[in-house]
């Protein structure tokens, strides 16, 4: 592979960060679990998962309703409490550091977008070790409302300084797609979350590869080529 020569002005890649980049998903998942038993709510598992990609907020919403008033801060600082715990067993996927470095090496500008707290998302970028091609972060503290709706896209875009139309998303979950939906991105879906390819294409998702490291085998051929063909 070989860097394009482009004039072109750059576009931007927003990468997620759990279940994309890093093997987190089912990490949330169990702490999730913990969390929920302690404050007297017990949830199983599959209902969590399909959480995922969610922010923290509006997880807690959809899973306990009217009992989020009452318990939600409690379930938070249960579930990082039992995140933390299980860290050590956090891992990049295969192919994720070296896909970040290609996209960067062809130009386009690398955004972090994901909606981790900031105890997480320090967490997740010692993990990943690739601040050298990374241009700019968005995390849950930049917006007020978390995927699915459309906010941390936009405030991507403005740090990235780019339109939509000169951007792609890599997600896992239906809430990624969702969410670049509403704010115009075209997004491109990995299975490492744990959701089908069938799902994420149903939800918009113009092209879906099984992890990062198949996506960098046919990076200049798949729809992030665009920001830099």
Not at 198 to 207: D, I
Request: glycine share 8%; aromatic share 4%; proline share 3%.
């Amino acid at each position: 592979m070989t860097d394009t020569d482009s004039t072109r002005p750059p576009g931007a890649v927003l990468f997620d960060i759990d279940g994309t980049l890093v093997d987190s998903s089912y990490l949330h998942v169990n702490a999730w679990m913990r969390a929920f038993r302690a404050v007297g709510h017990p949830m199983d598992a599959w209902r969590i998962h399909r959480g995922q990609g969610m922010g923290s907020s509006e997880l807690l919403a959809t899973l306990l309703g009217e009992a989020a008033e009452q318990v939600g801060s409690q379930a938070k600082a249960h579930h990082s409490e039992h995140y933390q715990r299980t860290s050590d067993q956090l891992r990049a996927f295969d192919g994720a550091r070296e896909l970040v470095a290609a996209v960067a090496r062809r130009g386009a500008a690398v955004v972090l977008a994901t909606s981790a707290a900031p105890e997480e998302l320090e967490l997740l970028r010692s993990i990943l070790d690739i601040e050298d091609a990374v241009a700019e972060i968005t995390a849950a503290e930049d917006v007020q409302v978390a995927k699915p709706a459309p906010d941390l896209v936009h405030v991507a875009l403005q740090r990235a300084g780019v339109s939509p139309e000169r951007a792609v998303y890599v997600g896992d979950t239906v809430w990624d797609v969702k969410a670049c939906g509403k704010a115009g991105v075209t997004c491109v879906g990995v299975l490492t979350g744990g959701i089908s390819a069938a799902e994420l294409t149903e939800a918009g998702a113009v092209a879906v590869y099984e992890d990062c490291r198949v996506l960098l085998r046919e990076l200049d051929a798949s729809p992030l080529a665009a920001l830099w063909s």
